[in-house]
C-alpha cells in the first residue's frame, strides 16, 4: 500500500470512530474491538488500527485497560454533539459532482441532473429578452420579499400541473434553493431544547440544518411505505416532522395513504408542522407523480420544491409553500436574511415557465433518465446477478443497491475514488448509524450509459 493511501485511510478510520463517539452512538464504556477484529472487519492492516487507536487514546477519547481491551471514555458532553465529519459525506454534499482539482471521474452522485442536458440556448434566449424589456425600477431593492408574483403565479400552475396542488401565490415565497427554505423553518420553528422528527435515514445537509438550531433531533425508521408513523414520539409533542413523501431519500418509498392519513392525525392531535421536502418526484417511470402530502391538509403541511433537480443547481431557486398563518413570518425572516433573491433570474424562470420550456424540459429529461436507469439496473444484473437487490427505483435519479453479507462501505468507497469513481454508501445518510453497510445510492441523473458500465465493472472489483 502506498504511504499517501494509507495515511488518507488512516485518517478515515479515525474520523469512522471519533464521529461515533462524538455523536453518542459510542457511549462511555462502551468496549471497542480488539485491533486485530477490526482490522479484518474493515480490511486494513492491524497497524493502521493500533495507530488510530493510539491516537484516540493521546485525545482522550479512549482508554485501554489491562486485559480488557479498549474503551470509550466519559468525554462529558451533555449530549450528543454534531461535528464536521472528515467522511466523505458532507464532502460530497456539497461539492461540485466533478472530482477533485477537476479531473475526470464517474459520480454516481445521487439526486443530481444531467448538467450537460440543460436547455442554455432556450435559457439564454429567455434571459436576454428579458433584458431587453428590463424597466429601471426592476434594478433597485424589490418591494415584495416573498418574490416576483410573475414566478410565484408560475409555480402555483406548475404545481397544479405536475402534482394536483392548489395553492395560491400569496403562499409561496422563493428562497435560495430548498437549502435556504430548511434553514427559514429551522430558525421559525425550532428553538434549543424542542424536537423534531425526521426520516432516518435522511439527507446529511438537511440534518445538519436542523442542528445547527439545537433542537433535539428525533430519527425516525422509514420503511417500505415511507415513514414508521406508528413510532412517532409519544412522550414528547415534536414541534415538526420533516418527510419526503412522494419519494423518500434517499430510500425511495412512497408515503402510504393510510400512513399519511396517521401522519396528518399525529400533527394536528401534538400541534406539529409537517415539513415536507419534495425534491424530484417530477421524474416519475411508471404512471403519473404522486400527489403531494399538503393536498390532504394545507393547514398543517409546509411545502418545499427546488428547481436544483428540474433545471440545475447553480440557479439556486427554490419555494416554500407555507400555511396562511406563517406566510408573514416566513417572508420577515427572508428579509433579515437576503433581502430577496436576484429578481432578474426569478424573471428569466417565470418567463422560461410561461412558454413552456420547463415542461417540455422534464418530459425530455423523464426519458433519458429512464434509459439511464434501465442501463444501471441492467449492468447491476449483469454483473452481480442475485448478489445484487435493487430497490427505491420507480422516481427519482438514483436507486439502492443492497449486497446482503458484503461491505458497500467508506472504505469501499475511499478505495473506488482513488480509481476515479464516486459512489455513495447508504450508511453516510443515517442518523442512527451501523444499519445499512451492505447498501449503495446510486444515483444515473449525472452519468451516462457508457460511464455506467464503466463504473460498474470497476465497482465488481471491489464489493
Known sequence: MQSGRNETKTRQVYSWIRDRIMQGSYRAGTSLPSTRELAKELGVSRALIVEVYEQLTAEGFLEGKQGSGTFVRDIGASKPMH?????????????????????????????????????LQKWKRVALDVYHDLPPSMLGYPEDMAGDIELRQAICEHLLHIKGLHCQPSQIIITAGATQAFS???????????????????ATFIHNLFAET????????????????????????????????????????????????????????????????????????????????RELDA?????VGTFSKNMFPALRLGYIVAPQELVESIVQLKRTTDMQCPALSQITLSRFMKEGHLKRHILRMKRIYHKRRTHLIHALKDTFGEKVQISGDAAGLHLIATWPGRNA???????????????????????????????????????????????????????
Open 214 to 293: 439545537n433542537a433535539r433531533i428525533m430519527p425516525v425508521p422509514v420503511d417500505a411505505d415511507g415513514l414508521c408513523v406508528e413510532l412517532l414520539p409519544t412522550d414528547v409533542r415534536p414541534k415538526c416532522i420533516f418527510v419526503t413523501p412522494s419519494h423518500q431519500f434517499p430510500f425511495g418509498s412512497i408515503l402510504s395513504i393510510s400512513r399519511r392519513l396517521q401522519l396528518l392525525d399525529y400533527a394536528r392531535s401534538t400541534g406539529a408542522y409537517i415539513i415536507e421536502d419534495d425534491y424530484d418526484s417530477e421524474f416519475r417511470y411508471g404512471g403519473m407523480p404522486v400527489h403531494a402530502l
Open 299 to 303: 393547514e398543517r403541511v409546509i411545502y
Open 409 to 463: 462501505d467508506l472504505l469501499t468507497a475511499l478505495e473506488l475514488e482513488e480509481h476515479r469513481i464516486k459512489i455513495y454508501p447508504a450508511e453516510r445518510y443515517t442518523i442512527r448509524k451501523d444499519q445499512y453497510n451492505d447498501s449503495l445510492i446510486m444515483g444515473f441523473g449525472n452519468v451516462n450509459e457508457a460511464q455506467i458500465s464503466e463504473g460498474i465493472q470497476a465497482l465488481a472489483q471491489f464489493i
Open 83 to 119: 461535528v464536521q465529519s472528515e467522511e466523505l459525506v458532507d464532502r460530497h454534499e456539497n461539492v461540485s459532482p466533478a472530482c477533485e482539482n477537476h479531473v475526470s471521474c464517474i459520480d454516481f452522485r445521487p439526486s443530481f441532473p444531467a448538467l450537460e442536458h440543460v436547455p
Open 184 to 202: 427559514i423553518l429551522g430558525k421559525l420553528l425550532l428553538t434549543p431544547g424542542e424536537t423534531i422528527a425526521m426520516e432516518d435515514p435522511t
